[in-house]
């Protein structure tokens, strides 16, 4: 039996991750409801739907490509952490702590192509 993409450990860090963003933009001044917090969660959340949405495709190269999505995705959440931090919307250390964490994803995802 071939194991599902939620049992991989990319899928469930970055589903964490997710959450994670989903709790630390609640904080987020209610100015930057529909730009920033919108923004910072869809690309989030972007992360683990394509890694979903690459394995229940018909090929290989698709699920390669939707992968490469992903991690783009995971970049730009990192970026738009990067600018919360900067615009004083989270706290240093919680940035540090979430920035490793995509970090550590995107070596995942690297993986993840060279696998497939």
Same mark, same amino acid.
């Given at each position: 039996? #071939?194991? $599902?993409?939620?049992d991989?450990?990319?899928?469930?860090? #970055? @589903?964490?991750?997710?959450?994670?963003?989903? $709790?630390?933009?609640?904080?987020?001044?209610?100015?930057?409801?529909? #730009?920033?917090?919108?923004?910072?969660?869809?690309?989030?959340?972007?992360?683990?739907?394509?890694?979903?949405?690459?394995?229940?495709?018909?090929?290989?190269?698709?699920?390669?490509r939707?992968? #490469?999505?992903?991690?783009?995705?995971?970049?730009?959440?990192?970026? @738009?952490?990067?600018?919360?931090?900067?615009?004083?919307?989270?706290?240093?250390?919680?940035?540090?702590?979430?920035?490793?964490?995509?970090?550590?994803?995107?070596?995942?995802?690297?993986?993840?192509?060279k696998?497939?």
């Amino acid at each position: 039996m #071939s194991r $599902s993409v939620e049992d991989l450990d990319v899928f469930k860090l #970055s @589903h964490e991750l997710v959450v994670r963003v989903y $709790s630390i933009s609640r904080n987020f001044p209610k100015e930057e409801t529909y #730009s920033l917090t919108s923004q910072v969660r869809r690309a989030a959340s972007s992360v683990p739907a394509n890694l979903v949405e690459g394995a229940n495709r018909n090929s290989r190269v698709d699920y390669r490509r939707f992968v #490469s999505i992903a991690k783009g995705s995971a970049a730009e959440t990192k970026y @738009h952490l990067l600018l919360a931090k900067d615009l004083g919307y989270i706290e240093e250390m919680e940035y540090n702590t979430i920035a490793m964490d995509y970090a550590r994803v995107l070596g995942m995802l690297d993986k993840l192509v060279k696998a497939l």
